[in-house]
């Protein structure tokens, strides 16, 4: 997900010492980090700029961190490591996409948070509402995560799929939930913008939305401030009708007219 960072993962951890990490990117190999002063045969003379200030080395696990991934960032990252004069090589295939899936609800009713993707037994998923710990589930634990107080009697886990339902939901639930699935080789990241709404559901721009009557509505009643006509089923008019839009523009130009020849004369009587 653009904006968020990645992780790609050695396994096992290396030993201090005991062999020699390169990391880097493309068909080129421009070198991105590395554990030693010696050079890699493979890797490219040129620094590629887009990786400058973006990557991090763990120098105990060797694990590389690609930070506020942009597009720009997808592509095969090579890894290789030295031990005892062997050279083992792993490859990692990141891409980097830029869609934040944005929900609405109505607030009391549930809504799912799908992964939408394969959970393998081994992995490890992590949800987090803004930057609060909301469960954890290993294989280990995957019938019992490990939840937040705060959230333990909110919301359920799928131990399958590992979405999360918000049970009932509320307007303090509105914000941004990150859902990172930690496998053995590399993490990946889910981003999702929820809107609880206590009256009223937003709508995309372009989509399409339906204003459904109230059969409750009494006589008298009103929908905004201004009561400017939208649409009726009679060719009498509103009591409750405010001026139209030409009707206020005119006014406005009038206004601006007076307001102008007020200046006009402020200025000439200036002159004397």
């Not at 790609?8 to 020699?20: A, H, W």
């Not at 700029?49 to 060797?62: A, H, P, S």
């Not at 809107?195 to 459904?212: F, H, Q, R, Y």
């Not at 009561?227 to 006014?251: F, G, I, M, W, Y």
Request: net charge negative.
């Amino acid at each position: 997900m653009r904006g968020t960072d990645v992780t790609l993962r050695v396994n096992p951890e290396i030993q201090t010492g005991d062999q020699k990490i390169f990391w880097m990117f493309g068909d080129d190999n421009h070198l991105l980090a590395k554990n030693t002063e010696d050079e890699c045969e493979e890797e490219s003379e040129f620094r590629d700029f887009r990786f400058i200030d973006n990557v991090d080395l763990n120098r105990q696990t060797g694990d590389l961190t690609i930070k506020r991934t942009e597009f720009d960032h997808s592509g095969e990252y090579k890894l290789k490591i030295i031990r005892n004069g062997k050279s083992s090589f792993k490859l990692f295939i990141v891409t980097v996409s830029g869609r934040q899936v944005n929900t609405s609800v109505l607030k009391g009713r549930p809504v799912t948070l799908n992964s939408d993707t394969e959970i393998q037994k081994d992995d490890k998923i992590q949800w987090k509402f803004e930057e609060k710990l909301i469960v954890e589930m290993t294989g280990e634990n995957r019938e019992k995560p490990q939840w937040t107080d705060e959230f333990r009697d909110q919301m359920k886990l799928n131990p399958q799929t590992g979405s999360l339902t918000i049970q009932q939901t509320r307007p303090e639930h509105t914000g941004l939930y990150k859902l990172e699935i930690k496998t053995s080789y590399y993490s990946t990241f889910r981003l999702f913008r929820l809107i609880v709404c206590e009256n009223s559901v937003p709508v995309m721009k372009g989509a399409d939305v339906t204003l459904c009557a109230n059969t409750g509505k009494q006589t008298g009643d009103k929908s905004g401030d201004d009561n400017r006509p939208v649409a009726k089923n009679t060719e009498d008019a509103c009591s409750l009708h405010s001026v139209t839009d030409e009707e206020e523009t005119k006014q406005l130009m009038k206004d601006s007219t007076e307001k102008r020849k007020n200046d006009s004369v402020a200025v000439e009587m200036q002159r004397f």
